[in-house]
């Protein structure tokens, strides 16, 4: 159904007829199963011309926007659900991109690779070079990664910022399980959804 395990916990998550803004839509795949499977309002938004106009040719809604410079243009309380599934590793200011995508959305709902992940650090140690994996699929010179993530301090964000962790989930040796506090080290990748505490 999807292709991605992040995909498959979103589509779960989303309830039928939702309004959802993806930010970092790449070419539209998971915002395509969302409108297709959930019958949900979608938008995509993304700073690659591209991109924007592969997502527009599967019919769907897109923006050419820099997450970094042009959310603060879109009103308060627009949208169910803001997603940055993959994204927040790539924007120049990842705190001020929660930020506003909670601003602009009930609840945020964001998926990273997990730098503190154990094969990560061993590959480190191992070998004294950045790991080329599913996670960090390519070389320190050629991704889009600006900032790398951990799940403990990507937590320590949300608590000094009364951001709420409604659930969280995480891959682990290719499962997806809940998370619980041994992920910091043990999932190659987290996802989180997130609102404004009251």
């Not at 297709?36 to 926007?65: A, I």
């Amino acid at each position: 159904m999807t292709e991605r395990w992040d995909h498959e916990v979103i589509f779960e998550f989303i309830p039928k007829g939702s309004k959802v803004l993806d930010l970092g839509c790449g070419t539209g795949s998971l915002l395509k199963t969302l409108v297709q499977g959930k019958e949900v309002v979608g938008y995509g938004v993304d700073k690659d011309w591209k991109n924007v106009r592969d997502t527009v040719s599967r019919g769907l809604s897109s923006l050419n926007m820099d997450i970094d410079e042009d959310l603060e243009d879109i009103p308060e309380d627009s949208f169910d659900y803001v997603i940055l599934e993959r994204t927040l590793q790539e924007v120049r200011r990842p705190g001020e991109a929660l930020k506003q995508s909670l601003r602009i959305g009930r609840y945020a709902i964001v998926s990273y690779p997990n730098i503190s992940y154990w094969r990560i650090a061993q590959s480190l140690v191992a070998q004294g070079r950045m790991p080329v994996n599913v996670a960090t699929p390519y070389s320190w010179h050629e991704g889009k990664t600006v900032h790398m993530i951990s799940i403990h301090d990507f937590l320590d964000w949300t608590a000094d910022n009364n951001v709420e962790i409604i659930d969280g989930y995480c891959l682990v040796e290719g499962s997806t399980e809940k998370y619980n506090t041994m992920h910091g080290t043990t999932a190659s990748e987290a996802l989180f959804v997130l609102s404004e505490r009251e």
